[in-house]
């Protein structure tokens, strides 16, 4: 037995209930007495008391069983083996979870003691999974007997259904900012273990980067350089280009769809756009480095230009060629939501249709169309793949689209490949970074936010 299948018993238990419990709700309406609620309201009210309680419980049990195993399976070991240190016990535990899955060939590991804790952890494993069972059946069965006792006519079953959502959408609200509130922590915390060994304004104003640090005393070459302005300077110039490719094509063509376009027309145009959004990034990377890159240079070369082999103009273009429906489509729906009043209203006093959309329907969707280039700014300065395919590593401080750059979350990505100690500057450069950006996109988004506020009050 695994969770999957407790989780589909419980999900066909569900159901069940469900209808059990609409059944009987419709059944005591025939004595004579009407019902306060919809049946299905009622059979919803039995579902949640019988599914909400067990999934909790079962949520629980998945959280804590793996550490509570593992400290059994230590305690389990001989004394001497439970005295190594805490690194070279998380490497034995780590073994015995890979001999338990079948990761590592049980043949290969002789020592007795191994193979005992692998049986122990198998066991409390098994005993775990039928325990885990057994509680969330049982609970499931007592909210079920509760709630199905209490259906009668006179109960608010709609009311009580009705909170019980309400009261589950303020959890999963609570759950989306405590993670926001987690994520800006773990950054910040990090970033503050990271300027105790950089000093903040060599962070911010220093002009070269090459975090390279010395493994050993006596090694060269490995100083290290933690100056942000190269990396920060590539992040927004192959950004700036995507956006110049992307919000007037993007913006033009919701237009053209949204107030020029047949049907017909648009019925076509729109889905092809938006199968831009569904290509992996990583083919927009194949199609920069094998496609793009070689003719920019190719054509840099012809008019006596010098263009690198990897750079931000190629990067920035295909870029902005992806999130192009980004900006399209959510602006065709924004402008799409402008009252046809307002059209109406325009035309009849005397406006042509192109005066219409400048001094009307863009001032009116104004909100929405900032809204789709803010969402498109944050998914170009997330992107990796294309970067790292065309524009390259190299942590240049220049202004010249011709010359190959790097960007913030490429430098995150390759500070953090592979095994890394988290106590060393190198490594900690990543969640300094990190906050960086969030500040940054904080900044941005701050902005946007006031600039459509003072622009809404004008129109108004």
């Known amino acids: 037995m695994s969770i999957g299948i407790i989780l589909a018993v419980v999900m066909l238990f569900l159901m069940s209930s469900f209808y059990m419990g609409r059944n009987r709700a419709a059944a005591s309406a025939d004595v004579g007495r009407p019902l306060h609620s919809l049946p299905s309201y009622y059979g919803f009210y039995v579902a949640l008391w019988c599914g909400i ?10 959280f804590f069983d793996q550490k509570i195993i593992e400290s059994l399976v230590v305690s389990g070991l001989p004394e001497d083996v439970r005295g190594m240190s805490a690194d070279k016990l998380n490497l034995l535990m780590n073994d015995v979870r890979n001999l338990a899955r079948g990761d590592i060939a049980r043949a290969s590991t002789p020592e007795p003691h191994i193979r005992a804790a692998v049986a122990h952890y198998e066991s409390l494993q098994s005993t775990s999974i039928y325990a885990s069972a057994v509680l969330v059946f049982a609970i499931a069965l007592i909210g079920f007997l509760l709630s199905y006792r209490r259906i009668q006519p006179a109960l608010r079953a709609r009311n009580r259904v009705e909170k019980i959502l309400t009261t589950v959408l303020l959890l999963s609200s609570l759950i989306a900012i405590l993670t926001t509130i987690g994520i800006v922590l773990s950054l910040l915390f990090e970033a503050i273990r990271f300027f105790e060994k950089v000093p903040l304004h060599e962070f911010l104003f220093g002009l070269e980067w090459s975090p390279q640090t010395a493994i050993r005393k006596d090694q060269v070459g490995a100083t290290g350089a933690f100056g942000m302005i190269p990396v920060m300077a590539g992040t927004l110039l192959i950004t700036g280009i995507a956006m110049i490719v992307a919000v007037p094509i993007g913006l033009f063509s919701a237009i053209y769809l949204a107030e020029y376009a047949s049907r017909r027309a648009r019925a076509i145009i729109k889905p092809v756009m938006e199968i831009l959004a569904g290509i992996p990034t990583v083919v927009y990377g194949f199609f920069a480095a094998l496609i793009v890159a070689p003719a920019i240079r190719g054509f840099g070369e012809g008019i006596g230009l010098d263009v690198a082999s990897e750079s931000a103009l190629a990067a920035g273009m ?16 924004v402008i799409n939501a402008v009252p046809q009043s307002l059209r109406e209203g325009s035309l009849g006093m005397g406006a042509t249709p192109s005066e219409t959309i400048r001094h009307v329907i863009l001032p009116a969707a104004l909100p929405g169309i900032v809204g789709a280039v803010l969402l498109a700014v944050s998914r170009a300065i997330g992107e990796t793949m294309i970067v790292v395919m065309a524009a390259g590593l190299a942590a240049n401080l220049t202004a010249n689209p011709l010359e190959a750059v790097t960007t913030v979350t490429v430098q995150i990505v390759t500070l953090l490949v592979g095994d890394q100690e988290f106590d060393s500057a190198k490594t900690l450069a990543a969640f300094a970074l990190g906050l960086v950006l969030f500040v940054i996109t904080l900044m941005l988004n701050l902005i946007a936010l006031r600039v459509v506020q003072r622009y809404r009050e004008k129109y108004d």
């Open 53 to 62: 309680p067990a999934l909790l419980v079962l949520g629980a049990w998945m």
């Open 318 to 333: 295909v870029m902005g060629i992806m999130i192009i429906p980004f900006v399209s489509s959510l602006s065709d729906d």
